[in-house]
Structures are given as C-alpha cells and as structure tokens.
C-alpha cells in the first residue's frame, strides 16, 4: 500500500473487506470517518464503539453526543471538521485496540491524514494520543499540548467517554478544543505560531 498513490476511492477499496488484523472477525461495520475530507482541523479517536459499528459512523453513541455538543460550544461544527480512528473496527467489549491491530491500521490513518491535509490534528484520548503524538504520553499532564508534527500541530485531549465518568474534565476537553480551532485560526492568517 503505496501511501501517496491513495486517492479517497483506492483507500476505501482498500478499506473494504479488510482482514489485516483479528478485528474483522466480529465486526458489523468498518467504520471510516465523518465530516469534511478537506478539513482544516482532523480528530482522531481510537475505534468504534457498538453504536459505531452498527452504523459504520464514528461518534454516534453517548460519548459522540457529548462530543457535538462541546464541538459546537467550542464554536466548531461536526460538517467542518473530519473525525476518524485510530481501528476501523470494533474491538470486541470497547476494549482498547491491541498494537498489533492499531499498527494493522496505522497506514489507513496516515492515508487518511495525508488526503484530508489539515492543519490541526486533535487526538482524542491516550490511545490515539499514543500513536500520533507521543508513545509515552500521561494524557492528564500532556493534554492541550501544542506539538508540531511535519507540517500539522498536534494537540491531545481527552476522550468524550472520559467526561462521561468524570464531568470535571469537560472543561479542559471544551479549552483544548477552542485551542485547535484558534491554532488553525491563526495558521489561516498566515500568523506566526509560537509554542
């Protein structure tokens, strides 16, 4: 899989009927992504969960919810930006993706990245934190941490789900989300980026 021979259609070729890791074995969906291809600002969880896997749509269950919600209120819209995984499928119990099934999956998520050109990237969680941002990162000391990766700024947050069980952090979640949206506001203008 040549990374800069994809195209959108040859990635979901690619896509369809995968069988690269043990993931397929139960899945009902592969789940892709949603939102806008072209981007500016991309977020990235770490695999479907039931919902998302009936629907073949991330984002759609609770923590999905809460997620619109605080997109919105961070002055963002889930048309505008693009969300994918780090799994394209369900790992069984939500379990956390395995490494051998994240990195079955890592050159999708790259192919992904590569097509959609954003200037932000927000990873969502410690998992996708961990392939994309750092592979050592305590998401609750690194978060809202402005790195620069190639030609994209890199920020890890939480993950929706986590402000289900702890509401506390949904503040932090909603400031690291303005952060992204004012990071790409500037890279827009063509201001300098100083982290």
Known sequence: MALLK???ESLYNELNGCTKCRLC????SIVVSDGDPHADILFI????????????????GMAGRLFNDLLEEAGLDRKSVYICNIVKCRPPQNRDPFPDEAEACLPYLRAQIALVRPNVIVCLGR???????????????QRGTIKKAGIFYVIPTYHPAALLRREELTNDF???LCTAKKLNDKIKNGEDIIL
């Open 6 to 8: 994809f195209s959108w």
């Open 174 to 176: 909603v400031f690291d």
């Open 45 to 60: 969880g770490e695999g479907p969960g039931r919902e998302e896997d009936e629907q073949g749509v991330p984002f759609v």
């Open 127 to 141: 998992i996708a934190a961990r392939y994309v941002y750092d592979r050592d990162i305590q998401i609750s000391r």
């Open 25 to 28: 074995e139960h899945r009902s």
